[in-house]
């Protein structure tokens, strides 16, 4: 017997043993800091938890409104929901087997030659039954519990990608959300323009009935206003798109949906970096990642578990008899118990290939979860430095502008004079509206590269006590 218990132990040990291990070495190292520098912050981990309103931030009410609307009626975001649904009732599914199984039952059959042990002669009876079974699985060497837990991991990598989606709409609905108001600013300039150069029009007309100026002028005049109408007419084709693809995003028919034009006076928060741990932890998308590599390993040992001894505790009792009304009687009771034992030992290579497909598995997901956090760091790095040149660019763009209009207004007074051609005005004109277009632009890339730096960090953050954050 003391034989038994140690060979038992031994191979309940290597039970606990079989499950792998991740190298360390398969995982990418963390960097102290980003290169792109910036002021770091520490965040609680909370990968499975709400990312927090960071919208607030940019103090648009109407940006507030879609993202809420979003919230409730997104269908990737209620696809996401309804995953996270199914992952969880798996998971108590798979809990179920760890504890006894109890089932009641009733039945009517017609029998001939020994029924509970009592000999039938007379030729075939009918037989009632009713009790009720109990089975036990021991889990001797951890299968069961290792089953659980790996599907617990699953549920909890369902709940990371659903705060994953809806970090990933919230950020599409105010990516979008300001690329429409900067279409708007950009279509109130065009159009501006276009007022301008009719203005220029009619100048050329009156000069060219005096006499002044060849019809080549006029000419000229009337194009730059028909391309500039036209690109007003292109901007409105695809603020019209934009506001249809918002629709989508809140959940709304785009027939009944609008986004009236008003004032971008949207604000543009200074968001503080995460600390590169603190990203692993703060990401839903890398949580999720890591609770399916964790998952993965679990499942291994799952099927490494197969080849060992499991064991049943049975038990069931209730009442047979041949006469319906003597069924509950107290002679007619019946009960047994017993311990069932089965050990695999030959199946054809079946239980090593299941393990193989694990181990298979587990590799493909630590391969999975290291993209994922190279993926992260690149995000990051890739809006602080987007930030940091959007900034120049923007410097630089400001002080174009500012020549391209001084540029424009000498130009005017110049050709009313008669000092400088039509040509000059065109040039100065075309300069200033483009110069200003990029300058927009650029404003609305560093609204963008905000937006996409929140989601790269995993959503909201946390001020600094000696510095405040954007919200």
């Known amino acids: 017997m003391n034989r038994l218990l140690l060979t038992l132990a031994a191979t309940a040990l ?21 290169r792109e520098g910036g002021s770091f912050t520490i965040a609680a981990p909370a990968a499975a938890q709400p990312r927090g309103e960071w919208w607030k931030a940019f103090s648009d009410p109407v940006l507030d409104d879609l993202i809420e609307r979003a919230d409730r009626r997104n269908s990737t975001i209620a696809v996401a929901a309804t995953r996270l649904t199914q992952a969880r009732a798996f998971a108590r599914a798979t809990d179920s087997a760890l504890y006894p199984q109890v089932q009641a039952s009733a039945g009517a059959a017609r029998a001939y030659g020994f029924v509970n042990g009592i000999p039938i002669q007379n030729g ?34 369902s709940q990371g990608l659903l ?12 990516q979008t959300y300001l690329a429409l108001r900067a279409l ?15 203005g220029t029009l009619d100048l050329t007309e009156r000069r ?13 005049a009337r194009t ?23 629709a989508v995003l809140v959940g709304e028919p785009a027939s009944s949906f609008a986004v009236p034009v008003d004032e971008w006076s949207t604000a543009l928060p200074a968001i503080p970096a995460g600390v590169p741990s603190t990203l692993l932890t703060r990401r839903p998308d890398i949580s999720a990642a890591q609770n399916s590599l964790l998952a993965a390993q679990q499942r291994v040992g799952v099927a490494k578990a197969a080849w060992f001894p499991s064991f049943s505790l049975t038990a069931s009792g209730g009442y047979a008899s041949t006469d319906l009304s003597d069924l509950f009687k107290w002679s007619s009771r019946a009960w047994g118990i017993g311990l069932l034992g ?14 193989d497909a694990a181990g298979a598995e587990f590799d493909g997901s630590v391969a999975r979860y290291r993209e994922q956090v190279l993926v992260a760091f690149k995000d990051v790095e890739d809006q602080l430095a987007g930030l940091r040149l959007l900034a120049e ?79």
């Open 14 to 34: 290597l039970a606990a043993c079989a499950v792998p291990q991740v190298d360390p070495a398969q995982l990418p190292a963390t960097p102290d800091q980003f």
């Open 124 to 157: 075939p009876v009918s037989v009632f039954s009713a009790g009720a079974d109990l089975s036990y699985e021991v889990d001797l060497f951890g299968r069961l519990r290792q089953a659980s837990k790996a599907a617990q991991l699953d549920a909890d990598a």
């Open 184 to 198: 708007d600013v950009e279509r109130a300039l065009v159009r501006g323009t276009v007022v301008a150069y009719r």
């Open 393 to 471: 660019q923007a410097e630089a763009q400001d002080r174009a502008v500012t020549s391209a209009a001084r540029s424009t207004a000498l130009s005017e007074v110049r050709y009313r004079n008669g000092y400088v051609n039509q040509l000059d005005l065109l040039d100065a004109q075309r300069s200033e509206l483009r110069n200003r277009r990029q300058a927009l632009q650029v404003r609305s890339a560093q609204y963008q590269s905000t937006v996409a730096l929140v989601r790269a960090l995993g959503g909201s953050w946390e001020p600094t006590a000696d510095r405040p954050a954007g919200m």
């Open 208 to 220: 060219f009935r005096a006499g002044d100026v060849a019809e080549l002028d006029v000419a000229r």
């Open 342 to 355: 089965a050990l695999p030992i030959f199946d054809g290579g079946r239980r090593n290939a299941v393990i």
């Open 224 to 246: 730059e206003v028909a391309a500039t109408e036209s690109d007003a007419l292109a901007l409105d084709r695809l603020r019209a798109e934009l506001e249809h693809a918002l």
């Open 163 to 174: 705060q994953s989606a809806k970090l990933l709409v919230e950020a599409e609905v105010a």
